[in-house]
């Protein structure tokens, strides 16, 4: 039983912290989130995720171009995320 | 592949405050650099027809941490391409008035074609790959600032001569 | 054949003494201008092997009114080929110790490749079309530097994109 | 003769400017030189004509690369030159 109980620590879901910059940031109401994970997962299935939570968010992020960043380098939705990464989301950059 | 020059430095910051060009200038110089090209970048008026209105500010937002990683990347990529001895970066974020200045790129090198080179790459990937977003306040409205396809075409153009 | 816009401002000034850059750049704003680049030419330390010796100064020639006539005549040019506002060059002559400056250009435009191109092609014209010479002041001896091929080749370019 | 004498006055040659720079200056030992023209030539042969004047003038003509300017814009050696027109001659210029 107490090796039970230690396996299902080991597997509690790690807060991977959601980021969300600009129009983007606006779109949503909320410059960040917190997004239970449990294993490794492509960028493309925690964005689906993502949208799952609501249609605003959901809306937020089909009504625009986004970017992603894990660990923030700039990637593409088939990257892998790891439980407890930094994801952002955000619209084509216009610094310079 | 080739890594940037032990001796090259960098200078980045991320800040609100004003910057002196003056003094950014004088920091880059080095003995053996003969060229130093500096690039300035300030807001600009803008006017638009329908409503008559004008600009206001840019209000400039960015990512912490990841902002200053992307630009040190993109220093080393010019150091690596480009003979340069000594590169500086300062962009401005928050609410920056019509006739501020924004960014600063300024590249020490030994001749003048590498420092022309690494500071044009420098601003062209700055417009691109580094997560800065302007939004643009006007007196009767505020819009963010759309990417431009130019910009896009414009650091696309350094990619393709890396690769001949 | 174009003609440079009738509200581009040309700063053309040879002299001995020296500039400051900040100044210049103060002088190069306008409230339509988002893009200044400047490029700064110093005496760069040099070394030479055969006999040991080092650099201590270069000493520049110029032919009076010729000079000033080409400089205008290339900042024609780079404002009738690129959309620029204001163009400043100054050009120092006489006895210039290592670390000096010896020649400022700078350019405002709306947009940074308008003056990114203009202040290239002012230099790069700059080394081969205005009546300058440089003469290495070396501990032991003097000697006039040699033309180079790369700056004739850096010329070249702008005429060859000219007629595509 | 008093229209002898005057067309002799209206044919009498015009002092043309020949200026040296830098290292040509140098050799020819002279920054400037005055040379007496009375009819419109091409710089080749105004170029003949100064080396008539000294070997020394000859040979530093001979000895490097010569770029001309008339009145002050630069021309090949094909160009004309008027009486009293401002000649240059120099080195390949290493300004900038």
């Known amino acids: ?96 | 592949m080739p890594s940037a020059p032990a001796d090259y430095q960098l200078i980045c910051r991320i800040q609100h405050d004003d910057f002196s060009l003056e003094q950014e200038y004088q920091a880059l110089l080095r003995p053996d650099c003969g060229a130093v090209v500096l690039f300035s970048g300030l807001v600009r008026e803008q006017f638009q027809a329908e409503p008559a209105d004008s600009l206001q500010a840019l209000e400039l937002e960015h990512y912490p941490g990841m902002t200053e990683r992307a630009i040190t990347a993109i220093a080393e990529q010019a150091a690596t391409r480009f003979n340069v001895r000594t590169i500086t970066v300062i962009h401005r974020v928050g609410l920056l008035s019509t006739g501020a200045q924004i960014v600063l790129v300024g590249v020490a090198s030994a001749h003048r074609a590498d420092a022309f080179s690494a500071c044009e790459l420098i601003m062209d990937f700055l417009k691109n790959q580094v997560p800065i977003w302007k939004k643009a306040h006007f007196h009767s409205q505020a819009q963010w600032v759309d990417a431009k396809a130019t910009d896009q075409a414009a650091a696309a153009r350094w990619v393709q001569e890396n690769t001949l």
């Open chain 1, 1 to 96: 039983m107490s090796v039970h109980a230690e396996s299902k620590a080991v597997a509690a879901p790690i807060q991977t912290k959601i980021l969300f910059f600009a129009a983007l940031r606006e779109a949503v109401s909320s410059s960040e989130m917190l997004l239970p994970q449990l294993a490794p997962m492509q960028l493309s299935s925690l964005l689906t995720l993502l949208a799952s939570q609501s249609t605003h968010i959901a809306a937020a992020l089909t009504d625009r171009e986004v970017l992603t960043a894990v660990n923030q380098q700039l990637v593409n939705q088939q990257a892998w995320v790891q439980p407890g990464d930094e994801v952002a989301l955000f619209p084509p950059v216009t610094g310079g």
